[in-house]
């Protein structure tokens, strides 16, 4: 691909709700748009099912992101399954580079980029990942019909997953290092109360995997029914996910405390032209969903359109850094 001929009006980095939302919205305005993200759906296709997005009573999250999706191939977005590696100021325009090689053109981006899952940390976790370590009670939980499983997690993810998990397994430990759950939802929080079969241990960690070619057992810090170690058939990681900044770095886009990218308002960043949206963005506070990522991406995309508007020719967009009011 040559970056000389492959120039685009909005560059939407990832595929998640925010980025189809961005995607939807940009083409609506006649923005030549192109959408570059490595993983399918976000948090959103492996959440399990929805029953809080306007519209479906209920719905599967990755069946959601198919919606999504299509409806951005509606308006011919091209979607390029690919990670952006590096994306850089060329004159007055941004030039991203992927993995695979190619080089594009934008005279805005849009970072709808989300999280990436955090770990524990210890020995095989990712040697074993796909072979007992899970890190997507949707995807992984049909696997698991009669055996021991492990969530560890004390959030509302970690308790929607147990109960997903505890229609198919015989046994399911809930190892949280906390001394009671944080903040589940109300209704997920009953559901979990009507399991017989969950167990749930609290000021616990998993500090060892144990197995030869994948996962068999995990080792506790602390003994349960006189064993630190469980055997176990499957291990899922529900404990969080940190945004993912690699590029907001490069472009010296500002973050907060927590990693979050600062926007404003209109989903701008400190830097023009840059735009982010979803749960990489401190926007919304703690309440992180599809729903408020969709606005997100609808919000960035119509900035950024008012930014192209300014500077009609592709890749003309003045580099230079303002201050958020």
Not at 35 to 41: L, P, R, S
Not at 51 to 64: S, V
Not at 198 to 208: A, D, G, P, Q, S
């Amino acid at each position: 691909m040559s970056s000389s001929t492959q120039e685009y009006d909005a560059l939407i980095v990832g595929q998640g709700a925010a980025a189809f939302a961005a995607a939807l919205y940009a083409a609506r305005y006649q923005m030549r748009t192109i959408i570059i993200g490595e993983t399918f759906g976000g948090e959103t296709a492996t959440g399990g099912l929805i029953e809080n997005y306007p519209g479906y009573p209920e719905i599967d999250g990755y069946d959601l992101m198919v919606k999504f999706r299509e409806q951005a191939e509606k308006y011919e977005v091209p979607i390029v399954d690919d990670k952006v590696g590096s994306i850089d100021r060329t004159g007055h325009c941004f030039e991203a580079k992927t993995g695979l090689g190619d080089t594009y053109q934008a005279t805005t981006v849009i970072l709808a980029v989300g999280r990436e899952r955090r770990k524990l940390g210890l020995e095989h976790e990712d040697e074993w990942t796909g072979r007992g370590v899970s890190f997507c009670s949707t995807c992984d939980a049909p696997l698991h019909r009669g055996n021991v499983v492990v969530v560890v997690g004390g959030g509302d993810a970690a308790v929607k997953g147990a109960v997903l998990l505890s229609k198919y397994a015989e046994r399911v430990y809930i190892v949280y290092r906390g001394a009671a759950f944080t903040r589940p939802e109300a209704a997920n929080l009953r559901l979990l109360d009507a399991r017989p079969n969950v167990e749930r241990l609290f000021n616990t960690r998993v500090i060892e995997l144990k197995g030869n070619e994948g996962l068999s057992g995990i080792v506790l810090d602390q003994e349960v029914k006189g064993s630190a170690e469980l055997a176990v058939h499957g291990l899922f990681l529900e404990i969080g996910a940190d945004p993912r900044t690699e590029l907001a770095h490069q472009l010296g886009v500002q973050l907060n405390d927590g990693d979050e990218i600062i926007v404003d308002k209109q989903m701008r960043t400190n830097v023009h032209g840059v735009f982010a949206a979803g749960d990489v963005t401190d926007a919304g506070g703690e309440l992180k969903q599809t729903l408020t990522a969709a606005a997100q991406g609808a919000l960035a995309a119509t900035a950024a359109y008012a930014d192209v508007s300014e500077h009609p020719n592709a890749c003309e967009v003045h580099a230079v850094g303002f201050s958020l009011v």
